[in-house]
């Protein structure tokens, strides 16, 4: 089933044929002059250069003046292999399509909202038939029907017209031109952005990334460039404002030289102000910091400090690199 963008914004125009699989554009006069378009000719021929084929309207009160119509845009450089003229569908409009397909031009009759409409146009030789569902549910009509049967017209009477699934207002639409077996469906930007979403899609995704970092990401890729040491000298109070600081729950206490003495946490802080008081505050933080804090290696794996999470129920590690405090690493970085 081809695909094509129903669209006239330049931007996503653009955006959506960096996919590379669409087959071409559809656009129409009341697009253009949604965009604030007023040169049609110009905007056209860019558009011809940046899509595979592109589908434009050819307008006339009689057939020869849409077979003028169609010329005249051909004759503004556009590729007549890649130019699809579009017709809307009546009497003059189904026979300027078959002087059209005399000539070699691709056409598309268009606006059709009904069965005999799409009949005449196949039998003028139409390339593309275009019926309108959601216009035509708007009025309460069952236009998925209408499509089914022109696609059933196409394949019992082996026309060479393609049946073209329009006015899609949602992802549903889309599932039911699938269904039907149409030939071919132009669908808005933001429709098509959204055929590719599902939330379990989304969650699954995400949990193989997770997965993947903590087999590939070292431990010292992962903690926050801040490096929350303090020396063993310190005063329990003046630790505190430089756990605030840092801002986290704890912080790695060392000796004059560098190396670890121990680790100090703010559940530590709780467990002595109830324990000692308030003159527990001034005692230096080397005498009630934790002797062997709990560590992984800067270069080990996430997946270990996974582990260690899960089977010591701590939220912050210790990390170290070559027995000397690197940083933190919390359960939240992960």
Known sequence: ?????????????KQAFKLGFLNG??????????????????TIVELSKIVPVLQIEALGDSAEEILKEAQRQLDLGLDINKTVFKIPVSLEGVRACYMLRQKGMLVNVHLVYTLQQAY???????????????????????AIALV?????????????????????????????????????ITVPYKVMAGLTENNFTTVGTEQFIRDTKLMTVKVKEAIKPVNPLVEATILLKDAIIKMTEFGFGSVAVVNADGSLKGIFTDSDLRRLLQ??????????????????????????????????????AVDTLLVVE?????????????
């Not at 554009?25 to 110009?42: C, H, N, S």
């Not at 039998?123 to 569902?133: D, E, F, K, R």
């Not at 308030?278 to 005498?287: A, E, F, M, R, T």
């Open 1 to 13: 089933m081809e695909l094509y963008l129903d669209s006239a914004n330049l931007k996503e125009i």
């Open 25 to 42: 554009l559809t656009t129409t006069p009341t697009f253009m002059q949604r965009e604030g378009i007023a040169d049609i000719d110009a």
């Open 120 to 142: 005449m146009a196949m039998q003028a030789g139409a390339t593309y038939v275009c019926p309108l569902v959601g216009r035509l549910q708007d009025q309460g009509h069952d």
């Open 148 to 184: 089914e049967q022109c696609v059933n017209a196409v394949n019992r009477y082996n026309y060479p017209t393609k049946v073209m699934f329009s006015s899609v207002r949602h992802a549903e639409h889309v599932r039911n031109a699938i269904n039907i077996g149409v030939h071919t």
């Open 275 to 312: 324990s000692d008081g308030n003159h527990i505050l001034d005692k230096q933080l080397g005498d009630v910091c934790h002797a062997n804090p709990l560590t992984v290696d800067a270069n080990a794996m996430l997946n270990e400090a996974v582990q260690i999470f899960k089977q010591t």
């Open 322 to 334: 070559n027995g000397k405090p690197v940083g933190m690493l919390d359960i939240q970085d992960l």
